[in-house]
């Protein structure tokens, strides 16, 4: 009679903790399902497991420690970005979208089964390191990362400031693997650095999308129009960037958009159904966009991509982009654990796909290393550089310069022929050539 008891004490306990699937059950007989009746059965086997691992397992084991486990296995078998967080876990997943954490400053993800870097991000320990995108870390500090799941990986490459971390990463093309030792820093990411080139250009460079990315862009275009009045065209550079909060990506994408579309997400539930439109409050003018991306770019750098190319409003240019495309569900539970759930695929305005797809770049540039200043030009001898030539009229009355607006003398100005960013001099280029056109 005890052990009866005992036993049906259990199996409540485990129709409890498994409430979705006890719903689903309960739905399933309402509905007559033939299947029904297997899921009751497939409870009652898993509870079996349960009550022979806690009383003849080698080590003995917490109930808890043996649900936490089951539950990790469930959601880690669903995809790479499903999974269960401890207590500790939750805690740490709330402060990395604050912009301040302990760790290296790489997004990491599985793909094809392997941890795979999203991205490093820029000016963190990782970044100075050499860390790469697309870089598949094979051993952390020696251990492999094989079955790893991203928690438990995570939870490794973090650490206190100041200590070690060394990957172990296959690159393409490269013959070995290659170790990088890494120290561990407090990462307090900027998300929002922005530049000004000649041709009244100006240069965003968005790291990661955080809590204030939208404040800091519209701040960092008020500053382009102090100084050049109006721009007459602007760079963003999504490059690297591994996404971050979709409520950013959105705000993002309205501050140049008008009205329409700018990210939908479907699912099989209805409340993973979830439309983002543009509003007219305060969009930006209609001076022509560059969006530079590559490999690093996901999340919600591809939402943001996407939108600005659907609606036409910029043009996208550098390499395909990583493919994440998954929204991912944070849902607490009781113990102050909880579970991160894939619930619905984003797909852009006119209804592309962006998981393990990517957004196609309109111009497709590869990057490549330009040369310094002083390893190019010179084997090319111009009219003026010949000794008694001819001096022009303009060589004549040639005199410097004399900017009038304070603000832009005191603000560096960058010269075209001062970038040795290939992608982003042919964004800069094409900026300029846009101008040449728009202006006749």
Known sequence: MKGFLKRNILILVILILLVSIHATFVIAKKEKDPNADNVYRNI????????????????EKTYKELIYGAIKGMLTSLDPHSSFMPPESFKEMQVETTGEFGGLGIEITIRDGVLTVVAPIEDTPAYKAGVKSGDKIIKINGESTKDMTLMQAVKKLRG?????????????????????????AIIKIHSVKSKLFENRIGYIRITQFQQRTDKDIVNSLHKFKKIFGNIKGLIID?????????????????IFLKNGKIVYTKGRVANS??????????????????????GGSASASEIVAGALQDHKRAVILGTQTFGKGSVQTIIPLADNSAIRLTTAKYYTPSGRSIQAEGITP??????????????????????????????????????????????????????????RDYQLLQGLQLLKALQIVLSK
């Open 44 to 59: 009652e086997l898993f509870t079996k497991v349960l009550s022979i691992v806690k009383k003849d397992y080698v080590d």
């Open 160 to 184: 206190k400031k100041g200590t070690k971390v060394t990957i172990s990463v296959f690159r393409q093309g490269l013959k070995k693997l290659k170790d990088i030792t890494i120290v561990r």
């Open 238 to 254: 999504l490059r690297n960037n591994p996404g971050g909060l979709l409520s950013q990506a959105v705000k993002v994408s309205d």
């Open 273 to 294: 159904e979830m439309e983002f439109d543009a509003k007219d409050d305060g969009t930006e003018g209609d001076y022509p966009i560059v969006v530079l991306v590559n």
């Open 362 to 419: 309109d111009i497709i540039v590869e990057q490549k290393i330009l040369k310094p200043d002083n390893a190019t030009n010179h084997f090319f001898l111009k009219e003026k550089d010949l000794i008694g030539h001819l001096k022009g009229n303009k060589e004549d009355s040639a005199k410097p310069k004399v900017l009038k607006d304070s603000a832009l003398q005191n603000s560096k100005i960058i010269k075209f022929d001062k970038v």
